[in-house]
């Protein structure tokens, strides 16, 4: 099965569960709200302590994806810290927020999973869902999600009330525009940084969440992915433009 194939039937699967034509709901689309995830991720084990969870919670639907091939399905795989869908192919999905200053850039993992992977595969397919994004803006998920922790950390805490931090907002809920599908192999990888798709920054004063730096990861510049990596684009709903007043500082 070909390459474009196999990620047809994932995204398939896919917008069964987050996609709709259904234009008459007030966002075009079915959105996925910050409490029902979390607590969704809580009961199945997933990273439900995770600030950023729209990310972790699409990983969490991936993998769980029941995507079939002649019949069989897919049997998701857990390799590293990453989740995966193993067809004829390995497959791995990244969030990409549309509506925020940080658009286009998609933090992937570190070059050591990477090159474990290329090992064994030879090659890895990647969907990334490109999502609207609405921001915590009165703080109920910020006060839901630590209540359900049991109470904010101390890192929290200190994170909370220096005021030389930016004050970072959590989503509150978010939708899928469109989905990208790409298939890149070893050769391209190696490429990438030089062709300028690949970047090697991206965690370099990033913190963990008891203060310590995170491994560097490079991350993935959408605008300038080559087309022989490129495999298919999917609407989910709207015409991403119609948010593009939304607000920037997310």
């Known amino acids: 099965m070909a390459q474009r194939e196999e990620a047809d039937l994932i995204v398939k699967a ?3 569960v987050f996609g709709t034509e ?3 709901q007030q966002y075009g ?4 709200y910050a409490q029902d995830a979390i607590k969704e991720m809580k009961d199945k084990g997933g990273y439900w302590k995770e600030n950023e969870w729209p990310g972790w919670f699409m990983k969490m639907k991936f993998q769980e994806l029941p995507v079939l091939k002649y019949g069989d399905p897919f049997k998701p795989i857990k390799k590293v810290k990453q989740r995966f869908l193993q067809g004829e192919y390995l497959w791995d999905h990244r969030f990409n927020t549309y509506n ?3 658009a286009g850039k998609v933090a992937f993992m570190s070059y050591d999973n990477l090159n474990d992977i290329l090992q064994e595969f030879d090659g890895l397919g990647l969907l990334i869902s490109n999502c609207h994004v609405e921001l915590d803006r009165n703080g109920d998920i910020f006060r839901f999600h630590e209540a359900l922790k049991g109470g904010s950390s101390e890192y929290t805490e200190d994170r909370e009330a220096d005021p030389k931090r930016h004050a ?3 989503k509150s809920l978010f939708f899928i ?3 990208h599908s790409y298939y890149f192999t070893t050769e391209d990888f190696e490429k990438g940084t030089q062709e300028g798709w690949l970047g090697d920054h991206f965690q370099g004063f990033a913190r963990q969440s008891d203060g310590g730096p995170r491994d560097t990861k490079p991350e993935f510049y959408l605008d300038f992915i080559p087309e022989r990596c490129q495999l298919e684009t999917y609407r989910f709903n709207h015409a991403p433009w119609a948010y593009e007043d939304e607000d920037e500082n997310i």
């Not at 689309?29 to 996925?32: D, I, R």
């Open 177 to 179: 525009i469109t989905l």
């Open 29 to 32: 689309v079915s959105p996925v």
């Open 14 to 16: 896919l917008f069964d």
């Open 22 to 24: 259904d234009k008459d």
């Open 168 to 170: 970072w907002k959590r």
């Open 100 to 102: 925020s200053r940080h």
